[in-house]
C-alpha cells in the first residue's frame, strides 16, 4: 500500500523502455500473441479491465510491426483479487495493492482463485519473500 504510488510509477516508465517486435530480433522484448483469437480475447479483457481503473499504463503500438498479432503491454491496477474471473495469458500485469498485515488473507484469497502462473512481488525482506514463496500456489514468484 505504502509504496504503490512509486512502484506504479517505475513500472510505467519500465514499460516504455520496452521494445515490442519480432521476438527473433535479440533487442526485442515483446513479440505476437499466438493467434487473432488470443489477440481479441486480450483486447477486449484490456477494455473492460481498464474500466474505471484507477490506474493502468499500456505500451504505445509501434508503426511497422512485421506481420502477426501484437498486443501492447498493459498494466492494470486492479481492487480487488475476484474482478479476475480467469487467468490472463499475455503481456498484463494486474496490480493490486495489499497492507502488511493482510498478507496472509491476500495469500490466501489468490490459492482460492483455483489459478497463478506468475506471482510479481515487491519487496526489500527476505522474510516476507520467503513468507510468500512458501505459501503461494503459482507456478513461480
Known amino acids: 500500500e505504502e509504496i504503490a504510488p512509486r512502484v506504479l510509477e517505475l513500472l510505467a516508465?519500465?514499460?516504455?523502455?520496452l521494445t515490442i517486435g519480432d521476438p527473433a530480433w535479440l533487442a526485442t522484448d515483446v513479440g505476437?500473441?499466438?493467434?487473432?483469437?488470443?489477440?481479441?480475447?486480450?483486447?477486449?479483457?484490456a477494455?473492460?479491465?481498464?474500466?474505471?481503473?484507477?490506474?493502468?499504463?499500456r505500451c504505445a503500438r509501434p508503426a511497422g510491426l512485421p506481420d502477426g498479432f501484437y498486443f501492447p503491454p498493459l498494466?492494470?491496477?486492479i481492487d480487488r483479487l475476484d474482478v479476475l474471473e480467469r487467468e490472463v495469458f499475455g503481456p498484463?500485469?494486474?496490480?493490486?495493492?495489499?497492507?502488511?498485515?493482510?498478507?496472509?488473507a491476500l495469500l490466501d484469497s489468490i490459492a482460492?482463485?483455483?489459478?497463478?502462473?506468475?506471482?510479481?512481488?515487491?519487496?526489500r525482506l527476505d522474510s516476507t519473500v520467503e513468507r510468500v514463496r512458501s505459501r503461494a500456489r503459482v507456478g513461480n514468484v
Open 47 to 57: 477494455a473492460s479491465i481498464a474500466r474505471g481503473a484507477r490506474w493502468s499504463h
Open 92 to 104: 498484463v500485469v494486474h496490480v493490486l495493492r495489499w497492507r502488511a498485515r493482510d498478507l496472509d
Open 32 to 45: 505476437p500473441v499466438i493467434d487473432a483469437e488470443a489477440l481479441a480475447t486480450l483486447e477486449a479483457h
Open 13 to 17: 516508465g519500465a514499460m516504455d523502455e
Open 75 to 77: 498494466a492494470v491496477e
Open 112 to 123: 482460492a482463485t483455483g489459478y497463478g502462473l506468475t506471482l510479481g512481488l515487491h519487496t
